[in-house]
């Protein structure tokens, strides 16, 4: 077994390094979808136009 | 303990309010959304002062209740009552600024007007005397250039004082009736709320104000009595309410300014006139949007974006580069000297074989790639050729371009291919090394190829590393540079005001097709990204023409789609310049064809709606502006292909490495992948795209990919048609130009990507009329791309008569769609 852990030790960093990457971005996207940005990242706050956008439904609300 | 200050900046848009907040807060600042709504909310602590708290209310123009903003903003100064309102002014237009300032200096709370851009104003040698307005506003004007961070912090220090003193401003008096009827207002309705609150009000309910009657709840009677007031007001003054007060207050301004505000050049036309007269020109505003567009993708992808994605696709992401160019210029002269050595010899033997000699021997003799090479066998072998030849022999062969695939018909003569294998002896039939010129720097593939070599890192994982991350994220990155390009271009026209104009012309023409100009805005936010494109469509107030703008602004390109079309310009057109222009065309002409057709239906039919925006005078930007904007989208573009696109191209990679054979599930070698699980599914739905051209399990798989982010589509094709090889020739060998373009025209128009249909389905707020935006997007996509394959079929000769009957069928009914007449105008004219 250790034999084997040392001839395979280069693939076994690098796929560990690999998994916890994509792991990593999976966390990030989930967290992301849950504050309610989208996958591409662009947030209305970072919009030039945020400010003319409006909607008189959510007005009559506040 | 100190006494907390609220300091609300109010003011026009573009009046330099942000500026001025984020250099009174620096970056003590906290952002959030004003309650209920989707209007962002800043709030910060003044520096140097944690007691003395800043709100930046969203721009208004005035306190009527017509926008969320202005909504949100009288909400927040009525209820909220700051200790102070620092009314930010525009000098350079003074005069509708003052609007808003007359209106805020009735709600009883304290104002101090800071005039902004008052650099400007001197520059173009304007007077304002600001203790002369001072008197006649009744409060407190300081001079400010938030720009240049001059006067801003004496300008808070006037704002603290005031609001100390809580001295309350002089008020703006209207004419006799309308002061009657206000008078009778406030005596009937508002005496109960607190003195200083009571005129606003009254204003507000002599202008009829929705809102303002009913948080006020007036009972019938009292607002029947009133009525008559206003109506006899109404009679006297000959207009009606609203427009009685709107009127007074611009004649209240015009007279307070006489003789305290000096125009230099009053009557004449300033620089931004003029050159607004050439770039809105009633004839020449098109022409020239269309040579600005052309211009924009033309640089952004042809020259200086391709120069640079070169680099990055070759270099960076390929074998490697030359560090500052070092050694370039003489290894690319020893590298086409070799090449060219080569096509010499192969077509001289072409040339011999195709008069019926047998040269297969001296063939498999100078083949570099047998492992029995031997050179001096290979320099005896050609020059024994060579002494074979007739003296005057010439030879015509055939050239095929490696990346275009394009035939060309070349001829060399005897001294051409003596030359040639004198050549290849002094390389020693050893083809140059770049390695071996200048400085030169591994690119990535080549690094880490390297790496997992000298880890002993599983073939495998090798794989997965090197040509699905590698090679897919690869792709996707190499096309930064280009992106950036873009980015910057779009930043400086929005910033230096040409995008407003765009939006001005567009109008004058979208009005002749039912549609408003401001369906623009949010196609000028899409060329960056769809999602917040869409999301801009909040800014049209017609229901319909607001649906209709969500279902048509993915079609202009975004940044995400700019990689596909620079790929395919690349591999399949050469590197043609029309392409990435014609791309945005296509988006533009959709967009315009789809109104057309829409409106005419009775679900988008509807009232053309006046369009008023302000064109902000042209102006230079900020090197610092420009460079943040494009940074921050550009930044967005790279953070996706570090995770939805590393994660796309992890699976596949997987799914196109691995598939059932003979000897049961397993990884595929690279000459298997026709048997891979992604083979499998693209083949099952690839018939769907047979009419377009693009009937491969490729083909329909990047376009299936596409639809998580668009960058996929050239990760995608990286990692399948990778597999060989170079993509790139992969890619030009497998599309031919008419199903090229129909490719493009597809996946620019189809159904957008997932974070694109999720923004359509939250505007749309409605499952059915998502079901139709995506609908009639993929079905347009799919109706232009055939008529584009088929039609394009008629000029290669290999024409489907189906297809070409289908297509012409096609286009008749969308030319149908086009000038049949409006919906209802029949039933109106029986």
């Given at each position: ?5 040392v001839q ?8 560990t390094?690999?998994?916890?990457v994509i792991?990593?971005?999976?966390v990030?996207?989930?967290r992301?979808?849950?504050?309610g940005e989208?996958s ?5 706050s970072?919009c030039?136009s945020?400010t003319a956008?409006h ?7 506040s | 303990m100190?006494d907390?200050i609220?300091?609300?900046?109010a003011?026009?848009p573009n009046?330099?309010?942000t500026?001025?907040?984020n250099a009174?807060?620096g970056?003590?600042?906290?952002v ?5 709504v989707?209007?962002?909310?800043k709030e910060g602590a003044l520096k140097n002062?944690e007691?003395v708290?800043v ?5 208004i123009y005035?306190?009527s209740?017509?926008t969320?903003?202005?909504v ?6 009525i209820?909220?009552r700051?200790?102070v309102?620092l009314?930010i002014?525009?000098g350079?237009n003074?005069e509708?600024?003052?609007?808003l ?10 104002v101090?007007?800071?005039?902004n851009?008052?650099?400007i104003?001197r520059k173009?040698g304007?007077t304002?005397d ?11 004007v ?15 220090k006037?704002a603290i ?8 401003t002089v ?8 002061e009657?009827?206000?008078?009778h207002?406030?005596?009937?309705t508002v005496h109960?709320?607190?003195e ?6 009254a204003?507000?309910?002599?202008e ?8 006020l709840?007036?009972g ?7 009525e008559h ?7 006297e003054?000959?207009?009606?309410a609203e427009?009685?007060?709107t009127?007074?207050r611009y004649?209240?301004i015009a ?9 230099k050049?009053e009557?004449?036309?300033t ?8 770039v809105?020109n ?9 040579i600005?567009m052309?211009?924009?993708?033309f ?6 974006g391709t120069?640079a994605t070169?680099w990055a696709n ?5 074998d490697?580069?030359?560090l500052l160019?070092?050694g370039?210029?003489?290894y690319?002269?020893n590298?086409?000297?070799y090449?060219?050595s ?10 011999s ?11 498999d003799t100078?083949n570099?790639e047998n ?9 005896t ?6 002494f074979?030849?007739?003296i005057n022999a010439v ?6 371009d490696?990346?275009t695939?394009q ?7 005897l001294?051409d291919?003596k030359n040639a294998?004198?050549?290849l002896?002094?390389y ?7 390695a ?8 990535v593939p080549?690094?880490?190829g ?5 880890i002993?890192c599983?073939d495998?994982?090798?794989?997965l590393i090197l ?5 897919g994220v690869?792709?996707v ?7 950036l390009?873009l980015?910057l271009?779009?930043?400086f026209?929005?910033d230096?005001g ?8 567009l109008?004058k023409?979208f009005r002749k097709?039912g549609?408003?100009?401001?369906s623009?805005?949010?196609m000028?936010?899409?060329?960056g990204?769809?999602?917040p494109?869409i ?8 229901d319909?023409d ?5 279902i048509t602004t993915?079609f ?10 620079a790929?395919i310009?690349?591999a399949?057109?050469?590197?043609a310049?029309?392409?990435?222009p ?17 409106k005419?239906?009775?679900l ?6 006046p369009?008023?925006?302000?064109l902000?005078a ?11 904007t494009?940074?921050?989208r ?10 939805i696109?590393?994660?796309s191209?992890v ?6 490495y ?8 397993r990884?595929?070698?690279e ?10 599914v693209?083949?099952f739905i690839?018939?769907i795209?047979a009419?377009?051209g ?7 798989v990047?376009?299936?990919?596409g639809l998580?982010a ?6 995608t ?8 090889g170079?993509a790139?020739q992969?890619i ?5 130009p008419?199903?090229?373009l129909?490719?493009l025209?597809f996946?620019l128009l189809c159904?957008?990507c ?13 499952w059915?009329?998502?079901t139709?935006a995506?609908g009639?997007q993929t079905?347009?996509?799919y109706a232009?791309a055939l008529i584009?394959?088929?039609?394009g ?7 489907n ?8 069928i ?6 149908y769609f086009?000038?049949?007449p409006?919906f ?7």
């Open positions: 077994m250790f034999e084997w852990i395979n030790l280069g693939t076994i960093i690098v796929a390094v690999l998994i916890a792991a990593l971005i999976i990030c996207r989930i992301a979808k849950k504050r989208s591409c990242g662009c947030k209305c970072e030039g945020c956008c909607n008189k439904n959510k007005v009559d609300k | 100190e907390k609220s300091i609300a900046l003011g026009n009046s330099g309010k500026t001025l907040f009174l807060t970056s003590n600042q906290y959030g959304n004003w309650p209920g989707t209007v962002e909310k002062e007691s708290t709100t930046d209310l969203p721009g005035s306190l209740p017509y969320l903003e202005e949100v903003a009288r909400n927040y100064l209820d909220e700051p200790s309102i009314n002014v525009d350079t003074i509708r600024n003052l609007y300032t007359t209106q805020l200096i009735e709600i009883g709370i304290p101090v007007v800071a005039i851009m008052m650099d104003v173009n304007d304002i600001v203790n002369g307005l001072s008197k006649r506003l009744g409060c407190k300081v001079e400010i250039s938030a720009l240049k961070e001059d006067g801003i912090i004496e300008a808070a006037v004082e005031v609001a100390k003193s809580a001295k309350k008020k703006h008096i209207f004419s006799g009736a309308v009657h009827a206000i008078a207002i406030e005596e009937i109960n709320l607190p200083d609150m009571q005129r606003w009000y204003i507000k309910i002599f009829r104000d929705e809102k303002v009657l009913a948080q709840g007036i019938e009677e009292t607002l029947s009595h009133i007031d206003i109506v006899a007001c109404e009679k003054m000959d207009d009606d427009s009685i007060i009127n007074e004649e209240y007279s307070i300014l006489k003789g305290v505000y000096v125009k050049n009557g004449k036309l620089l931004s006139d003029k050159i607004d007269q050439v809105t009633r004839i020449l505003a098109l022409p020239i949007f269309a600005v052309f211009l924009v993708y640089i952004s992808v042809t020259t200086v120069w070169d070759d270099g960076l992401f390929g490697g580069f030359h160019w070092i370039d210029g003489e690319n002269e590298a086409e000297n090449a060219n080569n096509t010499v010899i192969n077509g001289f033997i072409e040339w074989e195709s008069g019926g000699e047998n040269l297969d021997l001296l063939k100078i570099t492992d029995y090479f031997d050179a001096e066998n290979a320099k072998a050609l020059q024994t050729y060579l074979s030849l007739p030879a015509s062969y055939t050239v095929v490696e990346e695939l035939e060309s018909v070349e001829t060399a003569t001294e291919l294998i004198n050549a002896i002094g020693d039939f050893t083809e140059p090394d770049p071996s010129y200048g400085v030169w720097v591994p690119g080549v690094l880490v390297n790496g997992l070599e000298a002993n599983a495998w994982l090798s794989s040509d699905g991350i590698v090679a690869g792709a990155l190499g096309f930064v540079p280009q992106i390009v980015f271009i779009l930043a026209l929005e230096c040409y995008m407003a104009r765009i939006a001005f012309v109008d023409i097709f549609l408003s100009g401001k623009f805005i949010p000028l936010i899409g060329t990204c769809g999602v494109g999301m801009a469509s909040r800014t049209i107030e017609n319909k607001r649906k209709m703008a969500i993915t202009i390109p975004c940044g995400a789609k700019l990689p596909f079309i790929l310009a690349g399949v057109f050469g590197g310049w029309w392409v990435a014609l791309a945005y065309f296509t988006g533009m002409a959709a967009i315009v064809v789809s109104g057309i057709i829409l005419k239906t009775k988008f039919e509807s009232e053309y709606t369009f008023v925006m302000e902000p042209y102006h230079m930007p900020t090197f610092k502006n420009l460079m943040h494009t940074w921050e550009g930044w967005s573009f790279i953070k996706k292909a570090g995770t696109i590393l994660l191209t699976i596949i990679w997987f799914l196109t691995f598939g059932f054979t003979d000897t049961g599930f990884m595929l070698a000459d298997e992948v026709d048997k891979s699980l992604l083979a499998v693209g083949g690839s018939w795209f009419p377009l693009f009937g491969t399990w490729q083909g329909a990047a376009t299936i990919t998580v668009k960058e996929n589509i050239v990760g094709l990286g990692v399948v048609y990778g597999v060989s170079s790139i992969a030009s060998s497998a599309f031919s008419a199903a090229g129909s490719f025209i996946n159904a957008p997932f974070a694109a249909m999720g923004a359509i389905k939250r505007e749309m707020n409605n059915k009329w998502t139709f995506i009639y079905i347009f996509a232009i584009v394959y088929q039609f079929l008629l000029f290669t000769g290999a024409v008569v189906v297809g070409l009957i289908v297509a012409i096609l286009t008749v009914v969308l030319l086009i000038i049949r409006k209802g105008k029949k039933e109106a004219k029986n």
